[in-house]
């Protein structure tokens, strides 16, 4: 007999799954492309030829091997990994919070991270049957300490996640108030994982948190570094722990060209921190721009996107497409986020666009 296939799916497939909006992306061919934080810049022409011609010599009718073991340890010295530490990769650190929550998703466990944060942590423990605790920022995205430290006091979370800087806000946070949740978390007996995705266009980073606590992770990922189509990402921690997490690692989840590609970008990492630094300094003369509009109000980033307040974001948002720009209208995301548009910092020809489009919208 031929099944009824809505109503085998309705029988086979998880109901919390059916009842899911898949994650959309925004169509975007045509316009100046400022909603999802991606590096402005293409290789140079003569690196996309040195590429190329390294791609083509990859064996890729081989299984990735080796050339995954090369990576791992371009990036532990990129990183500056400390002594007693590992690395493991992810097809993305998207792929990475899925292997965490997978590791992590003993039952009663629960996971937490202030909010408003990368939407990811929430929808990953979701998707693990794993109850998640958002903790609101205090005034201007700063974390609630005494709020977090209860939080933490009361559900013991075996994972928080701590977006730094954080997407959509930019900021990075208070560094006191972070090492005391470090030391609250290790009291509770869980893991902290310091998300640093925009590590690139930050002036502080982790990683002698790493070197100092057994139970913090940094993850980090080339994505907002400039190779957001290769999806590479990376979490580091202490070997044992990495080891455990490992093993939820899909074989074979980075391909050999991924690999390669990644390895070459490396290897090329002056040309990408040159690029980190004019986004840095397009980073500034936007939000100066923005400091001088009436009615907008931008908080300081340490990141490569730009959260700013406008008197209604919707219209705002329709006014800069119209103009061929394309931002990311964040305002649904959280309460706090009401009439916030999120600007992703571009080229200095880009950030020109941007400013004029937005003016000409309020
Ligand atoms: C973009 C982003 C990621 C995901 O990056 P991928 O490596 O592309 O999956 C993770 N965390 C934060 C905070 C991000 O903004």
Known sequence: MTPDLPSLMARVVRQDIQGLHA?????????????????????PEALQQALGERLGRVAINRYPAERTEDLKAALAQFAGLPEGCALTLGNGSDEIITMLS??????????????PSFVM??????????????????????????????????HRPSLLYLSYPNNPTGNLW???????????MGEAGGLVVMDEAYQPFAARDSMARLAAHPHVLVMRTMSKFGLA?????????????????????PPFNVSVLNAEAALFA??????????????????????EALLAMHGVHPWPSEANMILARVPDAAAAFAGIKSRGVLVKNVSALHPSLANCLRLTVG????????????RASL
Do not use: W
């Open 23 to 43: 994650y959309a992306v925004q169509p975007s061919a045509g316009f100046v492309k400022l909603d999802t934080m991606e590096n402005p810049y293409p290789l």
């Open 102 to 115: 997978l590791a992590c998703a003993v039952p009663g466990a629960v996971f937490m991270s202030p909010l």
């Open 121 to 154: 942590y929430g929808l990953s423990a979701a998707l693990q049957g794993v109850r998640f605790v958002g903790v609101p920022l205090a005034a201007d995205f700063e974390l609630d300490e005494r709020a977090m430290l209860a939080a933490i006091a009361e």
């Open 174 to 184: 208070d560094d006191a108030v972070v090492d005391r949740l470090i030391a609250a």
């Open 229 to 249: 189509g290769v999806r590479i990402g990376y979490l580091m921690g202490r070997s044992a722990l990495i080891a455990e997490i490992d093993k939820l690692r």
């Open 266 to 287: 490396l290897e090329h990492a002056d040309e990408y921190a040159r690029q980190a630094a004019e986004i840095r300094a397009q980073r500034q003369r936007l939000y």
């Open 347 to 358: 080229t200095p020809d880009e950030t020109t666009r941007l400013i004029d489009a937005l």
